[in-house]
C-alpha cells in the first residue's frame, strides 16, 4: 500500500496562495487515483479535488473550481495542490488520499484506501 505523507500548509492571508504536496512512497503511486479533501473539527471530511492515475482528468468540488488545482508528477511519486485566492472558509486540514485506478474519479472517501495524515492550512481574513 502506497504510504502519504503532506506538506506544505501554513498561515496565510485571504487573496494569497499556497501549494500542498502529497509525498508517497511505493511504486504503486502511478497506478493509483489520488484526492484531495479537507476537514475542520465540527464538519465531516469534505472532497475537494482528484485526479486520475494518467493526469488525464480531474474534477473539483464547486466550492474551490476556478481557484484550486490539482496535478501530479509520478515520475516524482507527488501529487499537488496548488490554492490561489484563499479564503477565510478555506481553513481546514487538507488530506492527500489514494484510490484503485480508474476512468472515473470519485468524490467520497470510500474507494480512498490511503491517507495522509494531513497538513494544516489557515487562511486570515
Known amino acids: 500500500q502506497v504510504q502519504l505523507v503532506e506538506s506544505g500548509g501554513g498561515l496565510v492571508q485571504a487573496g494569497g496562495s499556497l501549494r500542498l504536496s502529497c509525498a508517497a512512497s511505493?511504486?504503486?503511486?502511478?497506478?493509483?487515483?489520488m484526492g484531495w479533501f479537507r476537514q475542520t473539527p465540527r464538519q465531516e471530511r469534505e472532497f475537494v479535488a482528484a485526479i486520475t492515475w494518467s493526469g488525464g482528468s480531474t474534477v473539483y468540488s464547486d466550492s474551490v473550481k476556478g481557484r484550486f488545482t490539482i496535478s501530479r508528477d509520478n515520475a516524482k511519486n507527488t501529487v499537488y495542490l496548488q490554492m490561489n485566492s484563499l479564503k477565510p472558509e478555506d481553513t481546514a486540514v487538507y488530506y492527500c488520499?489514494?484510490?484503485?485506478?480508474?476512468?472515473?474519479?470519485?468524490?467520497?472517501?470510500?474507494?480512498?484506501?490511503?491517507w495522509g495524515q494531513g497538513t494544516q492550512v489557515t487562511v486570515s481574513s
Open positions: 488520499a489514494a484510490a484503485a485506478a480508474g476512468r472515473l474519479l470519485i468524490t467520497t472517501t470510500t474507494p480512498y484506501t490511503n
Open positions: 511505493g511504486r504503486t503511486f502511478s497506478s493509483k487515483n
